[in-house]
């Protein structure tokens, strides 16, 4: 009998990692491919972030205008109460007609037409309309509005029946869409009333 040829054995791999693999097929390099989803995906993204993050930012600069003009409000008030003035002019003069923040001033002042202003500075954080019953500061610090318009005070509101005393910002766009005779904000301006 003749001996069955035995089938060639062949020895195991030495190491598992000695098998070969496959070809890669010819094609763009899969970070150039995975940064280009990634850059689609931040983009479409973007389009809807970034309109909440202006909402927010937008709603946070009218509340911080809001409290800003209470702040000073309140702070005319207790300088009335303390030095028994009006704000409307030096040692309770009635010269003073508005009275306005730092910052720059916003167009369509309507305050001017009734005469000169002067800052709140004057009253709330020196002594130059009070004299010797200055016993302040009556605020912290007085700062532009959110967009870097003054706060604006309608001391004449006190003195002119017709008027209202109010503390305004001009809001977003910078202008006074306000008249002296409202106690309602218009527009985009932001008001709180003193009287």
């Excluded at 207790?78 to 916003?106: C, H, K, Q, V």
């Excluded at 167009?107 to 202003?117: A, I, K, L, R, S």
């Excluded at 302040?136 to 007085?142: K, V």
Aim: aromatic residues 6%; glycine residues 12%; contains cysteine.
């Amino acid at each position: 009998m003749d001996p069955q040829p035995q089938p060639a054995m062949t020895p195991p791999p030495a190491n598992p990692t000695d098998t070969p693999t496959p070809a890669k097929k010819a094609g763009p390099p899969a970070g150039l491919l995975e940064a280009l989803v990634a850059g689609c995906v931040l983009m479409s993204l973007s389009g809807i972030v970034m309109p909440i993050v202006g909402d927010e930012v937008h709603t946070g600069r009218m509340h911080t205008a809001q409290a800003d003009t209470i702040e000073i409000a309140e702070a005319l008030q207790d300088w009335t109460r303390s030095t028994l003035f009006l704000p409307t002019g030096r040692m309770g003069r009635t010269n003073i007609a508005w009275l306005y923040g730092p910052g720059e001033i916003p167009v369509g002042n309507p305050y001017t037409e009734g005469g000169d202003g002067a800052p709140l500075a004057d009253a709330l954080l020196n002594d130059t309309m009070a004299g010797d019953r200055f016993v302040g500061g009556y605020i912290g610090e007085l700062r532009p509005d959110p967009w870097g318009h003054a706060y604006l005070v309608n001391a004449d509101g006190w003195l002119d029946h017709r008027e209202r005393a109010v503390v305004l910002s001009a809001g977003p766009n910078g202008r006074v869409d306000t008249m002296p005779e409202s106690i309602y904000a218009q527009g985009d301006d932001i008001l709180y009333p003193l009287d």
